[in-house]
């Protein structure tokens, strides 16, 4: 059964579970079994709206949003038929105690990462009445149901979460909280947006950007605020997909969370790199694998995964790619440079190595999981670290500061390019690596590492392409390649010009996606819908075939004859190319 979760509220043992807050049901009493169903998603306001039919023939007609702005799910039901409307929810949890009536507030205390305390309101604009089944047991084992019927056949229930204003709801009622859901959403796509001639294009494109938007926390971004999804922990990793995805729409703002998250944690990123009786060593930062919002806290569960460290890379982009769209010296001064540096300074101090002949190589670590453990001198690992010591190196050019160590990022960076894992003609996933992998990608996309034309990189590129659909998967399951990694070699193809073979990969990935175009971590095996890195990535994919640094159109579809679009460009600019009029 599917559950309510919140951001942030979450227990504190294990890998930091998300705080489930319960599930409600509702319908027609006594309805029985369901013979038909149907429902839809409007991605613009975030709207759900579902009709279900009975077996005895009465039906419920359904509409349903979260607000945007504030802990308020809006739920308005229509009963055709005879019968009472019944609503149910139950509140089931450990180290948890609730009490008290839905009208004027269930009052919870939870024992978890924090000491939650807080009320939930279950508000109605007819008149009901409301029974309470308490079946908790002893030590904070929580399990209430309350049970709201009411006769009438329309109704709009609130539920609503601590700082709610209750008449405040119920004067706004539905048709006011739609408004302002509807504002809010308004100017959402107004800050960025594209027409495409491709409806099913369209259609997951909308799709992916209502999921990013709706996945932002007040922190940052999670791969989703489902259980299924890691009880919604932040990976730095898969943080930069979804920052790139609004960040390339516009969505500044949003996309922010993300760099000014990680700047909250690195302090507690640097005493883990290295602090010792108060004092912290050169200023690196590594920053866990799976964060939760305590700064230095690793929410992941044991595993070689703990061994990757390219997600300072991706944390440094986030951090240098705010700057380049904006071009706010302030951000870069307090939030984006402290980052660049702390990242840049961890491979110089921990991850770097350099022999007396003069070979750099980025020593053992997890690179991508599926080449396994321990990979000396990783390819992706490796093209991370030079983009990320060339950003660190830029940015001291425009603050002026740390020449000294900006010459030295510089050396090293240089000198990893040069011992970059190859054979001859092509590079590699690591040194003798016998196996196919989308890393060989990684100088181009995500990090932007090597010259676009390195015949290498280019060699590369065709290698993994000739076997794609095979070792295109994250995991060694399925026969296809997967949504994410299409979307990433979707992006390489558009920043090498090459729109049409672009759109081939976005739009097979488009082909397999939900029953709301959402798209699925691994389609095949129905493994993770509402998967929001590759959602990210689908998004960047499209909007870096119309902009690219700045520059319009350079990697067009040439099937694509009426495009029109608002995207930003570089340093606070903004380029709109608006629809052709038809005659």
Not at 12 to 27: E, H, K, S
Not at 286 to 294: D, G, K, N, S
Not at 405 to 423: F, I, Q, Y
Request: proline content about 5%; overall charge negative.
């Amino acid at each position: 059964m599917p559950v309510i979760c919140r951001a942030g509220v979450r227990y504190d043992f294990g890998t930091r579970p998300l705080v489930r807050f319960g599930a409600f049901q509702c319908g027609p009493e006594g309805a029985g079994e369901v013979a038909d169903w149907e429902q839809s998603l409007d991605p613009r306001y975030g709207i759900v709206a579902s009709t279900t039919t009975y077996a005895d023939g009465r039906q419920q007609q359904a509409s349903s949003f979260c607000m945007l702005d504030r802990n308020v799910i809006v739920l308005r039901r229509r009963i055709s038929g005879k019968g009472d409307f019944v609503f149910t929810y139950t509140l089931k949890g450990r180290r948890m105690l609730a009490s008290g009536m839905p009208d004027t507030g269930i009052d919870y205390h939870i024992d978890g990462q924090s000491q939650y305390r807080g009320k939930i309101f279950i508000l109605a604009d007819q008149p009901v009445t409301t029974e309470i089944e308490d079946r908790s047991g002893p030590l904070g084992d929580c399990n209430v149901t309350w049970t709201i019927r009411s006769t009438a056949p329309d109704i709009t229930l609130f539920m609503a979460f601590d700082d709610c204003v209750p008449e405040q709801v119920l004067a706004l009622g539905y048709d006011g909280l739609l408004a302002e859901q509807r504002r809010l959403w308004d100017e959402y796509w107004e800050e960025g947006w594209v027409e495409l001639p491709d409806k099913k294009l369209q259609e997951v494109y909308a799709t992916s950007q209502y999921h990013l938007r709706i996945n932002a926390t007040r922190w940052s971004m999670p791969v989703g605020l489902f259980p299924s999804h890691w009880d919604g922990r932040y990976f730095g990793f898969d943080e930069m997909f979804m920052f790139r995805g609004l960040a390339s729409s516009g969505h500044l703002s949003v996309a922010r969370r993300v760099p000014e998250f990680r700047r909250s944690h690195l302090e507690a990123a640097q005493t883990r790199a290295h602090r010792y009786f108060g004092k912290i060593g050169a200023g690196a930062a590594r920053f866990v694998w799976e964060t939760v919002e305590v700064p230095g806290v690793e929410g992941a569960p044991p595993g070689f995964w703990l061994e990757h460290f390219f997600h300072m890379s991706t944390i440094a982009c986030s951090a240098n790619d705010y700057y380049r769209y904006t071009g706010d010296l302030d951000y870069l001064r307090q939030c984006g440079y402290p980052l660049l540096r702390g990242c840049a300074e961890f491979f110089r101090v921990h991850a770097i190595y350099e022999e007396a002949s003069g070979r750099i190589y980025v020593g053992k670590c997890t690179d991508l999981e599926r080449l396994g453990a321990a990979r000396e001198n990783a390819y992706m690992t490796s093209c991370g670290a030079i983009n990320t010591l060339n950003a660190a190196a830029d940015a001291t050019d425009v603050l002026d500061e740390d020449k000294e160590l900006a010459v030295e990022w510089r050396r090293l960076a240089d000198g990893l390019r040069r011992h970059l894992p190859n054979d001859g003609e092509k590079y590699i996933p690591y040194p003798g690596c016998p196996d196919k992998s989308v890393a060989v990608f990684s100088g181009i996309f995500p990090f932007p590492a090597l010259p676009k034309d390195d015949p290498m990189q280019r060699r590369a590129l065709d290698d993994f392409l000739a076997v794609a659909e095979t070792a295109g998967n994250m995991y060694p399951v399925g026969t296809s390649i997967c949504s994410w990694y299409a979307a990433w070699m979707a992006i390489v193809n558009a920043r090498l010009g090459d729109g049409d073979a672009a759109l081939e990969l976005l739009s097979k990935t488009a082909a397999a996606t939900g029953c709301f175009s959402e798209i699925f971590e691994i389609y095949e095996t129905g493994h993770r819908p509402w998967f929001t890195t590759a959602e990210g990535s689908f998004v960047q994919a499209i909007n870096e075939l119309l902009v690219q640094d700045g520059r319009v159109g350079v990697a067009m579809p040439s099937s694509w004859k009426n495009v029109a679009f608002k995207l930003p460009g570089l340093y606070g600019k903004t380029i709109t190319i608006q629809p052709k009029k038809s005659s």
